[in-house]
């Protein structure tokens, strides 16, 4: 099984920018993902990468705000957050789905169909 790693959060004033990391242990699976998920709240998907298609996509309320990208010779995805809101306040998580789905074009958004999750990190704006 791939395993996930998080890292870049931390906290940022309004209208500020921060990088999320996911290094993947061996290779990046098809489907990667990043969610967030508040205290008391549904874990909502963010942005969806098929490593393969190149093909993005992103919850309306992060659209033009943020980007989800990869660096394949490092395992990693990003997620890079522009002109941040407070309401973008939560712990984000990588996902993927395993084993991984080569003749897949597009990714789910639903939170269940992925089985490979990191630890999070948390994004604080104020």
């Known amino acids: 099984h791939v395993q996930l790693v998080e890292s870049g959060g931390g906290s940022v004033q309004a209208g500020g920018s921060l990088r999320l990391s996911c290094g993947a242990s061996?290779?990046?699976?098809?489907?990667v993902a990043w969610f967030r998920q508040a205290p008391g709240k549904m874990r909502e998907a963010v942005a969806t990468l098929n490593t393969n298609s190149g093909r993005t996509d992103y919850a309306n309320s992060v659209k033009g705000r943020f980007t989800i990208s990869q660096d394949t010779a490092k395992n990693t995805v990003y997620l890079q957050m522009n002109t941040l809101k407070p309401e973008d306040t939560d712990m984000y998580y990588c996902?993927?789905?395993?084993?991984?789905?080569?003749?897949?074009?597009?990714?789910?958004?639903?939170?269940?169909?992925?089985?490979?999750w990191g630890q999070g990190t948390q994004v604080t704006v104020s």
């Open positions: 061996g290779y990046l699976h098809t489907c």
């Open positions: 996902a993927a789905i395993a084993p991984t789905r080569p003749g897949w074009t597009e990714c789910p958004l639903q939170q269940a169909a992925y089985n490979t």
